[in-house]
Nanobody
Framework: QAQLVESGGGLVQAGGSLRLSCEAS????????MGWFRQVPGKERDFVAA????????YYADSVKGRFTISRDNAKNTVYLQLHSLKPEDTAVYYC???????????????WGQGTQVTVSS
C-alpha cells in the first residue's frame, strides 16, 4: 500500500503554473516533515522544498525560491507544491518525500512517493 501518493503533474508552457499534491498516511504526516525532490534522467535526485509539521517552517532550493510555494493541509494529510513562472529547466519527475529536516533541507527521506512528471515546453 502506497504511503505517499502524488498527483498534479503534466505539460505546461514556459511561464505557466502547476500544483502538485501528495497525500500521505496519517501516521507519516503527523510524524515527519514533508518535502519535494526532482530528478532528470542521468542526474541525482535534487531537493526542491520542505515544510515542517509544527511551525510550518519552509525551506527551498535556491533555484526555485520566489517561484515555488510549499504548503500543507494537516486536516487532509496533504502537502502541496505550487509551481509558478515555470522554466524548461524545471522539467523533471517530482517526488514527494517524508523525513527529517537537517539544516535547511529534507535529507535522506524515510518515505518516497512514486513520482509525477512535470514537463515545461519552451
Amino acid at each position: 500500500q502506497a504511503q505517499l501518493v502524488e498527483s498534479g503533474g503534466g505539460l505546461v508552457q514556459a511561464g505557466g503554473s502547476l500544483r502538485l499534491s501528495c497525500e500521505a498516511s496519517g501516521r507519516i504526516f503527523s510524524t515527519y516533515a514533508m518535502g519535494w525532490f526532482r530528478q532528470v534522467p542521468g542526474k541525482e535526485r535534487d531537493f526542491v522544498a520542505a515544510i515542517r509539521g509544527g511551525l510550518f517552517t519552509r525551506y527551498y532550493a535556491d533555484s526555485v525560491k520566489g517561484r515555488f510555494t510549499i504548503s500543507r493541509d494537516n486536516a487532509k494529510n496533504t502537502v502541496y507544491l505550487q509551481l509558478h513562472s515555470l522554466k524548461p529547466e524545471d522539467t523533471a519527475v517530482y517526488y514527494c518525500a517524508a523525513g527529517l529536516i537537517v539544516g535547511t533541507k529534507l535529507r535522506d527521506p524515510d518515505y518516497w512517493g512514486q513520482g509525477t512528471q512535470v514537463t515545461v515546453s519552451s
